[in-house]
């Protein structure tokens, strides 16, 4: 006897870090996309494409995950050696475009995109390597204007999704803030970048990490709850504790008695910072702050709305100017059961140096980009959640295959009339054809078998209000007797019929 070998198949699972997405978040998320794009076009912002994949140098050194083999793309060589990437992000394709068709391009250049990105990065909870970001970008302005209308924009955006005032708050900071802060401490960007890098990440995670764990960051290292020890900058305790003192300053009028430039914008600082607000870097740091807020305060976003935050440092190195983080303040429950605060839903900055890498001169530019899939799954939690909802389709059954034309007929009769409609194409046998639609999700189906059309009738179930009164239903004889929500009219009344019981 000879034994057959089964046939090799492969193994139906998605790969690791991605995910399959459903009908009902996918309408979710383009009616939240429809309003996004509505609040970005009422500023005059344009929309605008790239593709997918970009030559690798064109995305640059900036790259989200230093410590993966591919340094955090996807990358494959073309057919002529050339290296490409999938892009990890929307703003270095931007920046690309913007090179190539500058003279083409008004100046200031306003324009959105949304799209798919990819990060050959670690996944876990909640983080994939493809997920969807939502850009708004001006090229061509260096006028702190431009930054404070991003946030405005950032804020609108928000009210518009149903996110009330007191519930959401877009954070920003200064990059020259806190180079100013580093400089002073002896690690200046110009110097050591490698140092600078370090102390920027660590600060960065200080919402995630708090003080103690930032501060063993910066100084001898952390080992985290598994095991894993992450290197510290190796600065003083004494420059440490004066990094997290900035981190912690609250904007906001302070008494004129020790340092007259901050007094009007920081409140309670500490000995520790002192000598911080006397140096020129300081200063001229500070003086763009106050720039950007006060068109804030002028436009009336201030307050609840738009806050200065020292601690808002964004991680991605081409950051130039003010960077800004939008951020979901109410908790919820998850499926689980569980507390759930979103935290950060968005956030970009001010990027005058990443066209220059193609042109040469440097070309102000600043922009903010919307999580998307991370934006919609907090606003589902929290029921605001934009539906789109498509009615699901009428189904006409098959009584006849030999009728398949008269049937097919019926259901054009429908799209024609703008209704959902399909022909069920599965197994002849009745029953099963009513489960189809039961399980499609069907509102109603279309019979008509032969004593039917002999007499130019159809026949109308209307399976949700079926459903409804089946419930309340004892018996098969009084299911019988009733024959529930079923209506037989003429076949030049179908579209007539249909809609009525749709609108019912």
Partial sequence: MTDKKKPSRPKARVAKGFRDIDADEIRGTRAMLAIIQRVYESYGFEPVEQPFIEYTDALGKFLPDQDRPNAGVFSFQDDDDQWLSLRYDLTAPLARYVAENNMKLPTPFRSYRQGWVFRNEKPGPGRFRQFMQFDADTVGSSSPAADAEVCMMAADTMEALGIPRGQYVVRYNHRRLLDALLTWIGTPKTADQGAYLTIMRAMDKFDKLGASGVMELLTAGRKDSSGDFTKGAGISNS????????????????????????????????????????????????????????????????????????????????????????????????????????????????????????????????????????????????????????LAPVVVTVMDKDRQGD??????????????????????????????????????????????????????????????LASGIATREEYASQRLAQVTVPEAELVAQVKKMLGR
Avoid: H, W
Wanted: with cysteine; proline share 2%; aromatic share 8%.
């Fill in 407 to 468: 049937y097919y007929r019926m259901v054009q009769q429908l799209r024609a009339a703008g209704i959902r409609a399909e022909m069920s194409l599965g197994a002849a046998n009745m029953g099963k054809q009513m489960k189809y639609a039961d399980k499609r999700g069907a509102p109603l189906v279309v019979i008509q078998g032969g004593d039917e059309k002999a007499k130019g009738e159809v026949t109308i179930k209307d399976l949700r209000l079926g459903a409804e």
């Fill in 239 to 390: 420059k440490a504790q004066a990094v997290i003192d900035f981190l912690k300053l609250k904007s906001g009028s302070s008494p004129a008695d020790k340092i007259a430039s901050q007094s009007i914008f920081f409140q309670n600082v500490p000995e520790s910072l002192l000598d911080f607000f006397k140096t020129d870097e300081y200063d001229a740091a500070i003086s763009e702050v106050r720039s950007l807020q006060s068109i804030l305060d002028a436009a009336g976003y201030a307050s609840e709305r738009v806050v200065f935050s020292s601690n808002i440092i964004r991680g991605l190195e081409y950051y130039t100017g003010p960077v800004f983080e939008c951020e979901l303040l109410m908790d919820t429950k998850d499926e689980d059961g569980n507390t759930v605060r979103f935290g950060s839903v968005g956030g970009g900055g001010r990027y005058d140096d990443l066209v220059a890498r193609f042109t040469g001169q440097q070309v102000p530019a600043t922009g903010f980009s919307i999580g998307v899939s991370r934006l919609y799954s907090a606003l589902k939690l929290v029921g605001k959640a934009q539906t789109s909802e498509a």
